[in-house]
């Protein structure tokens, strides 16, 4: 059983910034691909950012300049570093983990940007 656990949700205001992380119960060398999510309310769950095994990141354009995806190995824990947070920001921010194709969730945690 895997467990995925985010923290460092929020409320903050348009311009600032937050930190979400993600804690495994596994090492993350057993994915092939971790990511975040984000279900703003009202719309589908979007992939905003990736990582690979390797190493190679991925943002989807809507976060591309502001977002960075990074891992600590050492922790087993995955980070999203969001910088000039705007109200289209808000929602809830998911971490996932996928080995072959199984794919592991955290249970989501809300980030709201106020205007």
């Known amino acids: 059983q895997v467990q995925l656990v985010e923290s460092g949700g929020g409320l903050v205001q348009a311009g600032e910034s937050l930190k979400l992380s993600c804690a495994a119960s596994r090492s993350w060398f057993s994915f092939d691909v971790m990511g975040w999510y984000r279900q703003a309310p009202g719309k589908q769950r979007e992939r905003i950012a990736s990582?690979?095994?390797?190493?190679?990141?991925g943002y989807a354009d809507s976060v591309k300049g502001r977002f960075t995806i990074s891992r600590d190995n050492a922790r087993n824990t995955v980070y999203l570093q969001m910088n000039s947070l705007k109200p289209e920001d808000t929602g809830v921010y998911y971490c996932s983990a996928y080995k072959s194709t199984v794919a592991y969730w955290g249970q989501g945690i809300q980030v709201t940007v106020s205007s």
């Open positions: 990582i690979t095994n390797g190493g190679g990141t």
